[in-house]
């Protein structure tokens, strides 16, 4: 499944409550682009993905797809069903929006596969590790063939060598399946690793300070993390989400 181009204008969220938690926000992303989204906790980054999963909706602007897609949405928990097998939590999304069971069945395999865990597809979620568990709930996701892939801190709670790992898994899932992925992560380095551009958003009521082009081509080797141009790039990102306040220019 190719990934459609996805377009936010003056996109803003004000909850029930009055609490403004995204200032309107412009932005393009390309068809089959990684981007990234770093910021301070609790400046608008969960929102701004779900408004883009169509989970809550925006309270101004738009948000538009190039293309009917699927959507995929893997969160950094889990979120798995203990009661059901590998096989059935990786067809779980499928079911759900009625797919023939024939089709749950193979395209769940074909996922798991994809993600490692052919071979598992008997055990149960108490059976896998904090990786594996994560593997699932990105099968799961991919079992849709989606055209674009949301992912909110999917990395936040493995160990560190296992989250090295997974970004190259993820990032070579990617570049196969073509979709466009839009990421939060809290960790500078898993957002040069993995994305085509950075996006650094400001604090509580959050906006987008800076979108950072992130030149590597891939795919990128492992080894590319040790390089003086990769921590010049995370570097920069540093900077971008330290920079004062005061010194925002507002528009
Ligand atoms: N359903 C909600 N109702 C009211 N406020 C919310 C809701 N969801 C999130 N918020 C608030 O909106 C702000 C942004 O939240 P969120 O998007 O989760 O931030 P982030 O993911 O960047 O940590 C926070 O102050 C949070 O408390
Ligand atoms: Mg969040």
């Known amino acids: 499944m190719a990934g459609a181009a996805i377009t936010l204008a003056g996109v803003s969220k004000t909850y029930d409550n009055g609490l403004l938690a995204l200032q309107p926000t412009d932005l393009a992303i390309g068809a089959g682009e990684f981007i990234t989204i770093v910021g301070p906790s ?4 969960s929102t701004l993905l779900r408004i883009v999963a ?4 925006a ?83 991919l079992a849709l063939r989606p055209g674009v892939l949301l992912l909110d801190e999917p990395l936040a709670a493995v160990d560190e060598l296992t989250r090295d790992i997974l970004q190259e898994e993820l990032s070579a899932v990617w570049r196969e399946a073509g979709f466009t992925a839009m990421m939060v992560t809290h960790n500078v380095h ?4 993995l994305s085509t551009r950075v996006v650094v958003m400001s604090a509580r009521p959050g906006r987008v300070r800076e979108v950072i082009e992130v030149p590597f081509a891939f795919p990128r ?31």
Request: aromatic content about 6%; proline content about 6%.
């Open 42 to 45: 609790g400046c608008g980054k």
């Open 54 to 57: 169509g989970l809550v909706p």
């Open 59 to 141: 309270s101004t602007g738009r948000c538009d797809r190039a293309a009917e897609v699927e959507t995929g949405f893997v969160f950094q928990e889990a979120a798995l069903l203990p009661w059901r097998t590998v096989q059935k939590n990786a067809e779980l999304l499928m079911e759900l929006e009625g797919y023939p069971a024939a089709d749950c069945t193979a395209r769940a395999r074909e996922a798991l596969a994809t993600v490692g865990l052919a071979g598992f597809e008997k055990s149960y979620p108490h059976e896998l590790s904090g990786g594996m568990r994560m593997r699932l709930s990105l099968a799961r996701a």
């Open 190 to 193: 898993e957002a040069a690793y």
């Open 221 to 251: 080797p492992a080894e590319l993390r040790a390089t003086p141009e990769f921590a010049a790039l995370t570097g920069r990102v540093t900077a971008a989400l330290r920079r004062p306040e005061t010194d925002e220019v507002v528009a």
